[in-house]
C-alpha cells in the first residue's frame, strides 16, 4: 500500500471540515480589516529563502525541502509565506506606489522537512496576513488584535508575548554586546548555541537549553538597549494592548526563528495543545523588502498554523441539512433529474441512483445526515407528488412537485 509521506496527512470527512471551517473565520476577519487575498507559487527559487529567512536559522539551515528542477534550477517548496508575498509585491513593483498601503492575506501550504510529532508536521498550512507601507506602531498593534479577532471568532484562549527586536541603529550595538557576553562563556553552550555565536547570536537568547538560559541570566538583555525610537514605539504597543484589554506580557528573549525582523515581534501560545504550543506568529519586517532589492518599504505581518488551531477548535454542530433524493423504480430516475437540478440551486442535494424501497431511503438519508428524503415511486409519478420526510422533525407529507 502507498502511504503519504512521513510528516504528511490527508484532511478528510470531519477534519477536512473542520478546516474550511477555520479558513472561512480568519477570511472574515482579514476582510473585516481591509486585507485582499493574494496567492503565490509554493515553489519559489531557494536564494529567496536563504535571503529572507536567513542562511543561518534552522529553517534554512536545515529543513529545506530543496531539490534541482529538470531545468537545472535550484528550488525549493516554500518553508513559509511572507517571503513568496514580499517577492509578489516587488516583482509586481507595489513597491515603487510610495504613500500606497498594500494588505494582503493568504493561506495555503508550507513544508519544513522537522522531526515529525504531534502539532508538528512537514507539510502544515498557514493562513497569513502581510501589510507594506505603514510604520505606525498603530499598525502592529491591529495586526496583533486581528490575530485576538479571530481566535475569540473561533474560541480559543490564547497567551500572547511581545518583544522588541530593535531597529538598524540599536539592533547591531546589542548584537556586539552579546557577542563579547557570550564569548566569554562559550565553552558551557550547547553545540548549537557555539556556533551560532558567530553565525546569529541573537538566536542564543531563544535556546531551550537549560544550561544556555542560566547563563543568559547575565547577558546585556535587548530591551535595555533600545534607541529611542524603537522604545517609545514599544512603549506605545504595551500601552495600546492595556487600554484595548488584549493581555500580553513581555518576553524579552523572544527572538523568532525567522531572521528578517526588527522591532515588534510577537507570538501566541496555547496552553491545550502539549509542547508545541505556538499558534502564530510575527512581527515588523521593514528591511525586508530592500533587502530582496525592492524600494525600502516598511512592513509587518503574522501567520497562523492551522493544523495546530485544529486539536483546539470544536466544530459547532450543524444539523441535519438539504435533501436526499431516491426512486422505487429506476425508470423514475430520468424523469427526477430536473427537479433534483432545480433544488441544487437551493442547497445540498444527494441523489441515490439504485431504486430501494422506502426503508432503504430513509436509511440512505441518515447515512448523508439529510433533513430531509424524498422518495418517487410509481404512485407518486402518476399523480404528480413527492413522498417527502422531514428527517428532524419526523413528518412525512405527500406533496406536488410543483409546490415542491
Ligand atoms: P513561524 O513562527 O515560523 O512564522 O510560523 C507561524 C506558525 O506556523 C507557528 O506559530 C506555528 O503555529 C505554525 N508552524 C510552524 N511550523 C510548523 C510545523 N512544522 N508544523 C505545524 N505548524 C507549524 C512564519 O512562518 C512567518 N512567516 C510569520 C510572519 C508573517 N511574520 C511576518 N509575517
Not at 476577519?29 to 509554493?42: C, N, R
Not at 433529474?337 to 441512483?353: D, W
Not at 422533525?393 to 415542491?404: G, N, P, T, W, Y
Amino acid at each position: 500500500m502507498i502511504k503519504a509521506l512521513r510528516g504528511m496527512r490527508d484532511l478528510t470527512f470531519d477534519d477536512g471540515r473542520k478546516f474550511t471551517y477555520i479558513i472561512k473565520k480568519m477570511e472574515d476577519v482579514a476582510k473585516k480589516y481591509g486585507y485582499e487575498y493574494i496567492e503565490t507559487p509554493i515553489l519559489e527559487e531557494t536564494k529567496l529563502f536563504k535571503r529572507s529567512v536567513g542562511e543561518s536559522s534552522d529553517i534554512v539551515g536545515k529543513e529545506m525541502y530543496q531539490f534541482i528542477d529538470k531545468g537545472n534550477n535550484d528550488v525549493c517548496m516554500r518553508p513559509e509565506g511572507t517571503a513568496g508575498v514580499v517577492r509578489a509585491f516587488i516583482q509586481s513593483k507595489l513597491d515603487r506606489r510610495a504613500g500606497e498601503r498594500f494588505r494582503l492575506f493568504y493561506h495555503g501550504a508550507m513544508f519544513r522537512y522537522e522531526r515529525p510529532q504531534k502539532g508538528r508536521f512537514r507539510e502544515f498550512h498557514q493562513f497569513g496576513c502581510e501589510s507594506f507601507g505603514e510604520e505606525s506602531v498603530y499598525e502592529d498593534f491591529t495586526l496583533i488584535q486581528m490575530v485576538s479577532d479571530i481566535f475569540k471568532a473561533l474560541n480559543i484562549k490564547f497567551k500572547l508575548k511581545i518583544n522588541s527586536l530593535g531597529c538598524n541603529r540599536c539592533m547591531p550595538r546589542y548584537r556586539d554586546n552579546l557577542i563579547d557576553f557570550l564569548k566569554s562563556s562559550e565553552e558551557q553552550l550547547c553545540s548549537d548555541c557555539s556556533r551560532r555565536v558567530s553565525t546569529n547570536p541573537i538566536r542564543v537568547l531563544d535556546c531551550k537549553n537549560s544550561q544556555c538560559q542560566d547563563i543568559l541570566k547575565g547577558s546585556p538583555k535587548l530591551v535595555d538597549n533600545l534607541c529611542e525610537s524603537c522604545s517609545r514605539d514599544f512603549e506605545k504597543l504595551k500601552s495600546l494592548l492595556r487600554d484595548n484589554k488584549i493581555d500580553f506580557e513581555v518576553d524579552i528573549n523572544l527572538v523568532r526563528g525567522l531572521d528578517y525582523y526588527n522591532k515588534t515581534a510577537f507570538e501566541f501560545i496555547s496552553g491545550e495543545i502539549g509542547a508545541q504550543s505556538a499558534i502564530a506568529g510575527g512581527g515588523r519586517y521593514d528591511r525586508l523588502v530592500e533587502f530582496l532589492d525592492g524600494k525600502s518599504t516598511p512592513a509587518v505581518g503574522f501567520a497562523i498554523g492551522i493544523e495546530r488551531i485544529m486539536d483546539i477548535v470544536e466544530l459547532p454542530y450543524n444539523g441535519r441539512d438539504g435533501y436526499y433524493m431516491g426512486v422505487l423504480d429506476s425508470h423514475i430516475l430520468d424523469i427526477l433529474l430536473p427537479l433534483v437540478h432545480k433544488k441544487r440551486g437551493e442547497g445540498r442535494v444527494y441523489l441515490e441512483y439504485k431504486p430501494k424501497k422506502l426503508k432503504g431511503h430513509l436509511k440512505g438519508a441518515d447515512r448523508v445526515n439529510a433533513r430531509y428524503c424524498l422518495v418517487v415511486g410509481e404512485n407518486e409519478l402518476k399523480s404528480g407528488t413527492v413522498w417527502v420526510k422531514d428527517l428532524e422533525l419526523k413528518i412525512e407529507k405527500v406533496i406536488s412537485m410543483e409546490d415542491f
